[in-house]
């Protein structure tokens, strides 16, 4: 009787909805493109590329959760990378500074983001903009405008490594996030209050949470991931890029969004968030194999997250 | 009086989220006369109203305008079809002047017509004079709307609905927040305009103006019809029996407890301007009531006593002790809980379920190391569910899902789970059935019994008369008189809600 | 005092006095630097963005915001440049007929954002998304060139002294201002914006205003499209990126804010162009490109900042 009452909450139902279009491209890709698709190498390919994107995703969740957006991510992805790069050239400093640096850069950017959004009055999207532009500026000036190259291999083994020499480490990171993500959401008091503060801000500063507090703890937690994401992106591309992670904030919120976290905060499930980040890789992945040129993935990209918002919002409209 | 109605609505059903809200309700309204719409908070009042004006659409009922059926899909088409409307709580647009908000929506014209002509803002201003000169009120057309006091603004809100040239002017609390002299001026009108045929639905709390204006009385109750009838047919105490359903002293169930020493103190408690220099105290097993007219600054008050308001002034002790409370969670140290008015705003995360929401005080204590335990969790949350009586088919389910009475019972059990010595509850049966009202008097009850104390603010004079040991009166944001229990009466009470010292000062703020 | 303040627009004397004190600085650090030449010549750089800032200050006024503006600018460029180029379409008629698509693709973002009830930097974010890549599909990602030679004189054309650009920006001023001062129009434009539930209580359509202002603004994008063209010679998929920034920044220090309904169209054009005189400055300096993306951040989050403290009193916005 109460499973029976679970399933037939709607929140469910869309979470649901996401597992059967995950499986029907799934599908579709497999009998398109039976050979490149479906080898297992290709596989464990789609989960590679989703690893970064998923990662970013992870923070992005609890921003958006929290009823907040992270524009910047992108360009942290940008900035970390590029710094971790400099200082990871051979003979120089232990591999620990450059990962070390891009935690501690990406992290203050978040803590930098979140107090301009709990203290300054202003709308979390605009001063992410801001930030997004200026760290990119940042990223760019500390590389001179150039890739920064020549990193050690042990740089490189950061994400290039596998583990048991078969699952690749960017999955095993991915993985690691994930989980803590969700004990994070799920099982901290921590992770109640942030459901809290993006379902009802009001009730939840009567209920004595320090919304502002914890609404800065949110965007470090982004910042947090977006660091360690440049970090691998360097590690994977073997350099330091300036003009890295463009447009990956949109990915980031896009996996977020076809998980069935809602826009407007409050609600939402981890494991939605790694559907859609898996499902995102999914596409980008079988559009390449199906040699889909790459300005139409970005006009599908964005024809998805509207249908994704619209689907959102339509699915509150019939509960409210 | 026999007639055909100019308004007719039948059988309307209207259902939120699978809580019902009207139940066949009906209203049939004469031209030319005074209907009052009466009933408590939650009756069904409003949303009756906003079906009528295309603001919310029946689940079923029919509607009659003049014995011809309408439908309303949107406020301009019930305003072409001059039925208007003049709400409490709507704000008019701040930035714009007083004749620029009287014909919003609806502006003189120069030249050629469509969406793209001029707005001729001279001919505006003239016309609006001729309103207020006809109607004797001293603004100036051209005011802008934020350098209005509210009572202006008021006046400005009703002075729009009648230019409309509406045939039926529904009117929700006018007088909520305008002086006796305004009151004068608004009941002026409201006789001019029924003699020349407009009808008026007039929805107000206040008996003596209900009788003093409205010629019939439709009443409703639960989201159901009562009655309607002449006023002539009804007094006072008929019509609040109609209201409540059954007999005064029978709802308010009175538990004596042994009132003890001071709990807590306060000292010229600011936050201006909505609350000056409030002083009083509350003693360990009472029920302080807080009477007052709406915007007396009583939320105000026990809002910067809870550490909503970070510029507050003033000082306060707690048994004894001299306490800073800057933020909710120093109240909440202190034991001191907020239970308060506005539900969905301020008390619950309506899209989070039961369980989470009863829990959200409590995490600290239940689970001091951060990390949550869902057994033991569950377990708590099983126990405040029976305790305060709770009906939801899951504590998994959304609050949302719930009716008012059992929202309500959710905010009560979330805030006792803190254990407080202090609990402050801002209109706690606001909106509620009186089955759960009842249900809240007899826990109130409970409370002081095992020597908490409860301060309780209510708009409601018989409930708080029902239900204090004490009584505090508030006007324009100070403590204007306060009463023992054997001195109650609803007289006294209204005499000390309406001491307005109308300064300069008032209109000078914002 | 209240009277005071109302027979000055108060933002104006601010802005000016800004703009004052900034040619004055420019004055000191760089005599002879300020000529009516040279005013001339900035004011015609500025034209452009200048229009486009009409564009999005309409769409803020009514409580909106449009961050596709720079794609859109883009993909109208690539389709102007494609008709002429391709197609052989005089530069006049497809001057016209791309104003007039600009408007079709404004009443999409309008109907998009009245439908979705959703804030409306989601919706053009996404759409934006897919307008780049439209700007891209065109011509395979690379930009057109071989622009007529009447359309590119047209830039450098003058009236009585004047350049043609800048005539173009004083109609497009005029007719906003009027649309919004004097109009029906104009008056429900800044009532939706002020507060949507009350407009819609006077009987205003708060759906179909927002269509007509997007459309709107879409004209004006459209203007600016052929402008941008005409001024640089070839049309380019990655033309004005990130312009909203500038925009935005513009509208802060307008006066114009995000909160809607306040604001006036001459002030907002008096933004872009302290903004531009800033921008121009930081050349002059020699400062590199890098930084400016820096400094356009803080621009706009000081401004936005300065915004938000003059305004505390308004309702805090606790989400996006």
Redo the contacts between chains.
Sequence with gaps: MKKLNNIMNVQLMRELGIVIVFVVILAILMILSPNAFARPANLMNIFKQASINGILAMGMMFVIIS???DLSVGSIVALTGVVAASFAHPGEYPLIVPIILALVIGLFIGWFNGV?IAY????????T??????????A??VSK?APVFGVTDAFENIAGAFLFDTIPLLVVYFIVITIVSAYILTKAVFGRRVYAIGGN??SAAFSGIKVEKIRIMVYMISGLFAGFAGLLLASRTVSGIPTAGQ?YE?DA?AAVIIGGVS???GSGRWYGTVIGALLIAVIGNGLDILNV???????????I??VA??L??KSK?RTA | MVSVPILEMKNINKSFSSVKVLNDVQLSIQPGEVHALMGENGAGKSTLMNIL?G?HSADSGEIYLDGAKIVNS???EA??KGIS?I?QE???????DVS?NIF????I?KGTSG?????NKKQMRHETQKLFDAVGIDIQPSA?MR?LSVAQSQLVEIIKAISISARIIIMDEPTSAITEKEVDILFEQIRKLRESGVAIIYISHKMEEIFSIADSITVLRDGQFVSSDNASNLNKDKLIKLMVGRELTEIFPKTEAEIGEVVMEVNNYSFKPKVRNVNFNLRRGEILGIAGLVGAGRSELVEALFGVHKSAEGSLFINGQDVKIRQTGDAIKNKIALITEDRKQTGLNLIASIEDNITIVSLDKLFPRGVINRHKEDEVVDKSIVKFGVKAASKKNKVQSLSGGNQQKVVIAKWLLTDPQIIIMDEPTRGIDVGAKRDIYLLIGELVKAGKSVLMISSEIQEVMGVADRILVMAEGRITGELERKDFSQEKIMHYASQFNRGKEDEET? | M?KLK?LFNSNLVLILIILAVELILLEIFMPNFISFRNFITLCRQSSITAILAIGMGIVLISGGID?SIGAIVAMLGMAAAKLITDFQIPATAAGFIIIIFGSLIGLLNGA?CAR????P???T??????????A??FN??RPVYGIPENLLRFDKKTLLGIPYPLLILFACILIASY?LR???????I??IG??E?????????AGQIKM?VYSLSGFFYGIAAILLLSKVGSAQPTATI?I??DL?AAAAIGGIG?RG??GHILNIVIGVLIIEILGNTLIIFNV???????????V??TA??MD??LR??RV?????
């Design positions: 009823g907040g957006i301009g300054g009055n202003i709308p979390p999207f605009i001063v903009l801001g930030t997004m532009t200026m760290i990119r500026g940042v760019l000036i405008g801000e009001i447009s949109l919120i826009m407007s905060g040129s790459s300005h139409y993935q970005l006009v599908i990209k964005g024809a997250i509207i918002v619209l959102d919002v409209e | 004006m603001v949107n406020p301009k305003m072409a409307m709400h709507l704000n008019p647009v701040l930035d714009m620029e919003l929506g609806r502006e014209k969406i793209l002509s001029i707005v802008l350098d914002e | 209240i109302r961050l998009l979705i009830r959703i804030h930097f989601i919706i974010t996404a759409l934006s998304v897919i307008y780049r890549g439209t891209n599909v395979n990602g649309i004097k109009t029906y129009l104009g008056k429900y800044y009532a002020l507060d539930r009350t407009a819609e209580y006077s009987g205003i359509n007509i990130s909203e920034l935005l995000f309904g306040r590199g490109e890098y930084y400016r993306y820096i400094f356009k951040g803080i706009l989050l936005l900042f938000g403290a505390q009193n805090k916005p606790s989400k996006i």
